[in-house]
């Protein structure tokens, strides 16, 4: 079970709090008001997730790159999307 700590008490001790999610790799949840604002994670669990995240944005781009689709000018592009 993931540890929650307010924001208050993560103020009064991060220095605990950082070396539980550093050294005893530990995730712990922020909260605020009781709701769950934020969670603090070791860098191994940081480095999982970005390359979790990096191999679904390649598998996207595979797909796309496989659609066909119509080809049209960016500036045709960007005014679609109201830029």
Known sequence: MTTKISTADAR????NIVNR???GKEPI???RRGE????L?????LKLLQE???RIDITDAIKA????GEDI???QFWKKLGL
Not at 12 to 15: P, T, V
Not at 41 to 45: A, K, S
Not at 65 to 68: A, G, N, W
């Open 41 to 45: 994670v070791g860098m191994d669990e």
């Open 29 to 31: 949840i922020l909260t």
């Open 65 to 68: 790159i496989k659609e066909q």
């Open 36 to 39: 769950e604002i934020a969670a």
């Open 73 to 75: 000018p960016a500036e």
């Open 52 to 54: 979790i995240e990096d």
């Open 21 to 23: 999610v550093s050294f």
């Open 12 to 15: 009064k001790n991060l220095s």
